[in-house]
Every structure is written in structure tokens, then in C-alpha cells.
């Protein structure tokens, strides 16, 4: 019951991050600092083991040291001890305010926005970790090796949004925007945790589909606002010159759509590497095999991705465009060479061919 609650507090705050506008404002991370404290703390209720496993690992020890490095600014400090750390802070401080105590940081309070929302990060992506992890010794539930197979593709479409993002953060830094921050880590904790076929693959699954359906949604909104807009977001919010989405600025759109349309991406690539349809005999076997559940999903999953991808394009993000575009040159690298080692060159092609098709088709519409 408890693992059910953080699991729904975990997806509220995935699907408020971006529908705050971003949560750039102080409540909005407020509310998202405070829904994944409350999951973190059920889900340690439930796997206290699995925290000291997190422990066992060099990226606990590594945001450990940062956060301490950041709570370090904003203890109040003797002028003597700032004096000897930072001459120069100390003349300034003699300048505009000299007070009986001072801080390393100029505005305390912009620091301690700064560290909530660090810690806000810190807990998607502890909790996210945990979540995946189960005891070895616990049954694992009756998966297909298939659905194990396809997950590998969605790992490598995490790790794949996340580079995109990095590379966007080289020309426009993103990862400042709680709602793109939060969906960096939560993916990031999803590549890099479901590591062993001892993850909760429900869990990891369950998660990929949600981002992939919420991150179309958000897609779908941001094309139909950005034909009927009123000068307010949602039409009836805050106003904004020129929005895309949820998102006061289309840089930070493209960013979000980055990494969803990355898992879209994969979950199509998934879908075609390992579908019936090429073990089919015949024109009118393969031709029945569109009317199966199989096909409705990699279809499905292909009109979602196409539709993600036309939005960074009509954001006009430069940034964004040449980061999504060099980040699917890696994934589809990675995929190339896999196709190489069991002899599906000719699925590869047909998937790349049929996604440029798609994207271009709603690109030219919507342009």
C-alpha cells in the first residue's frame, strides 16, 4: 500500500512539474520539494535496505559533497572568519551591509531556493533508484523475455534524452527549470538503476509509459495553444509573449520534449526489433498483422513520437533541435551496431526512414 502511494506521488509530481509552468515560481518547487520528501520517506518505510545499497554507490558521496558545499553559504559566519576566507566579500559587506553575522553567500535567500530544489532533485532520483531496486531473493514477476529484451532500447532512450539535454545545456542551460531537472534525474535513475534483471520491471515500465503518454499530451497542447493563443497560457493564465506549451520560454519547452520524445523514439525501435511481423508468412499474414494489439502499440508509440519530435522543431530552439538531432545520431549508433551483431540492418533502415518520414510530414503540416 505503501510502495502504491509513492509510486502516485511520484507521477503527480511528474505531472505537475510541467503544467506549473516549468515550477520556476517558489511554490510550485515547494510543493514538488514536498511530494517527493513524503515519497522518499514511504518508500524507506517499506526498503530501508535499499538506501544503504544507494550508499554503497559514488553518486551518493559525490551530491553529499555538494549539498554540503551548498548548505555551507549560507551559514552565518563571524566578520573575522569571512575576512580570512574572502578579503574581497568582506570589503563589500563593510560597503552595502555590514551586520554581526555575514554569510559566503551574497543573497542567502536566492541559496536556500537554490538548495531546496537541489534536494527536490536529489529525491526524485534517490526515490526512483530505490523504487527499482528488489531483494534478490524476493520471486521476480512472470515477465517475457521479449518485454527484458525491449527494456534495454528504453534504458539506452533514457541515458539518450539525458545526453540531449546535456548537449542543450552546452548552448542554453535547462537543467535550472525544476519541471526539466526533475525529468532529467528521473530518467537518469531509470537508465542507470535498471541495471540486473533484479529491478522491479513493472515499476520501470510503468514509469516509461507514463512519460512517454504525459509528454504527448503536453506536445499535443503546445501545438493546439500555439494556433488559438489569447496571450495567456492555458488561455485563461499567465501571460507570456510568446510560449510554447506550459513553458514561458521555448528553449525550456524543447528541453522538456527532449527527453520524452527520447523514450518515444526508443519505444518505437523497441517495438520493431522485436515484432511478429517479419516472422509472418505471406503478403496477407503480414497484412492481418496490422490489426493486432502489437501493431495498434508500435503504431501508436510511431504517431506519438513523430508529434513530439515536429514540437521542438516548431519551438524554433536551435539549441534544442541540434541536441535532439545529435543526441538520436548516438542512440541510433548504438542501435545500428546491435542490428549489425543479430543480422537486422534491414529493420534499421526501415525504422529510420519511417520516423524521418513521419516527422517530416507533421513538421511540413504543422509549418
Not at 524507506?44 to 535499499?50: D, G, L, S, T
Not at 554507490?57 to 566578520?79: K, T, V
Not at 531496486?133 to 527494456?151: A, F, G, Y
Not at 526501415?350 to 513538421?363: A, E, N, P, R
Request: charged fraction near 10%.
Amino acid at each position: 500500500m505503501m510502495l502504491f502511494l509513492a509510486d502516485g506521488l511520484l507521477l503527480l509530481g511528474l505531472l505537475l512539474a510541467p503544467l506549473l509552468y516549468g515550477s520556476v515560481h517558489f511554490l510550485s518547487l515547494l510543493a514538488l520539494a514536498l511530494l517527493s520528501l513524503v515519497s522518499f520517506n514511504l518508500i524507506f518505510i517499506v526498503r530501508p535496505w535499499a538506501l544503504k545499497h544507494f550508499f554503497s554507490s559514488s553518486w551518493a558521496w559525490l551530491g553529499l559533497f555538494i549539498l554540503i558545499i551548498a548548505l555551507s553559504q549560507i551559514i552565518p559566519c563571524s566578520p573575522e572568519l569571512i575576512q580570512r576566507i574572502s578579503p574581497a566579500l568582506f570589503d563589500f559587506y563593510l560597503k552595502y551591509r555590514a551586520g554581526p553575522a555575514m554569510t559566503l553567500s551574497i543573497y542567502p535567500w536566492d541559496t536556500i531556493v537554490a538548495v531546496i530544489q537541489y534536494l527536490t532533485y536529489g529525491f526524485f532520483f534517490v526515490s526512483i533508484l530505490m523504487r527499482l531496486q528488489r531483494i534478490p531473493s524476493d520471486c521476480l514477476e512472470e515477465v517475457h523475455q521479449i518485454s527484458w529484451n525491449k527494456s534495454e532500447y528504453l534504458k539506452l532512450g533514457c541515458l539518450t534524452g539525458v545526453l540531449s539535454i546535456l548537449f542543450h545545456s552546452i548552448y542554453d542551460f535547462n537543467l535550472h527549470i525544476p519541471a526539466n531537472g526533475i525529468y532529467f534525474v528521473v530518467l537518469l535513475a531509470l537508465g542507470i538503476g535498471a541495471n540486473a534483471k533484479a529491478y522491479d520491471h513493472m515499476f520501470f515500465r510503468r514509469m516509461v509509459e507514463f512519460i512517454i503518454m504525459f509528454g504527448f499530451l503536453i506536445s499535443l497542447f503546445a501545438i493546439i495553444q500555439k494556433f488559438s493563443y489569447n496571450g495567456h497560457i492555458f488561455w485563461f493564465g499567465m501571460k507570456a509573449q510568446a510560449p510554447v506549451g506550459p513553458y514561458l520560454n521555448y528553449d525550456h519547452f524543447a528541453g522538456f520534449m527532449e527527453l520524452c520524445s527520447a523514450l518515444a523514439v526508443s519505444m518505437v525501435v523497441a517495438g520493431v526489433f522485436h515484432t511478429s511481423f517479419f516472422h509472418r508468412r505471406g503478403f496477407v499474414e503480414k497484412l492481418f498483422w496490422f490489426s493486432t494489439s502489437e501493431a495498434n502499440k508500435t503504431l501508436r508509440y510511431l504517431a506519438m513520437a513523430a508529434v513530439m519530435i515536429s514540437t521542438i522543431f516548431i519551438s524554433t530552439s536551435r539549441g534544442g533541435i541540434m541536441s535532439f538531432l545529435l543526441s538520436q545520431i548516438f542512440f541510433f549508433s548504438v542501435v545500428l551496431w546491435a542490428a549489425g551483431r543479430a543480422r537486422k540492418q534491414g529493420r534499421f533502415i526501415g525504422i529510420v526512414t519511417t520516423i524521418i518520414l513521419f516527422v517530416s510530414v507533421m513538421v511540413v503540416w504543422l509549418g
